[in-house]
């Protein structure tokens, strides 16, 4: 399988990777990857699962079966992939506001909910929220020690480019207010709130 493997060292060199980070990130030997790149042998079912998570770029495409890249994941996937670790792993910028954003992409178009504080009533008499800032480094902490139940570790958005990773792969994330400014500025006005499978989102 020539194409696969000239389709993994491309997708490799792409990201900067070395045949021996690649080989950590999906628990082989450095060996296989060179095998794997060079035609000698075709990865199998687990590894290729890995690689398109790692790559984001779909199976079919690794195997050589399509040309379409895009691929999509479940959410249990996402901590496999390169970009969600990158994400992930990043550190808040120091004194910068940071608001708390829940997003199930399956369901979504695009984030309707987050941490929120009531900001009035409007004249229907409807009351009004808008997302509330919160202390980055207490809730990192929170979510390191696993004390809330259900919830995978939080996206930290700093650019543009984290964004749409966030956007990608849904969930929670601590996205800094330039961005939010950018990007949701709608959730960062005040308001009506709509009850939704026990869930509260902006409307």
Known sequence: MLETGERIRAARQALGLTVEQLAKYIGV???????????????????????????DLSSDYLLGLSNRKDTCFLNEYRQDNLFCRRVIANSPIPNETYYWVQYDAESEAFPQSGQM?????????????????????????????????????????????????????????FICEAVCKEYLGYLLRPGPIVEKDNERSHY
């Open 29 to 55: 030997t450095k060996r296989t990857i060179t095998r794997y790149e060079s035609g000698q042998s075709t990865p199998d079912t687990y590894a290729i699962k890995k690689l398109a998570c790692v790559f």
């Open 117 to 173: 504080s009531w900001a009035g009533m409007d004249k229907q008499g409807r009351e009004l929220y808008c997302l509330r800032p919160i202390t980055v480094e207490f809730w990192l902490d929170v979510f390191k020690r696993k004390i809330l139940p259900g919830k995978t570790t939080p996206f930290i958005v700093n650019t543009p480019d984290d964004f749409y990773v966030f956007l990608a792969y849904g969930g929670d994330a």
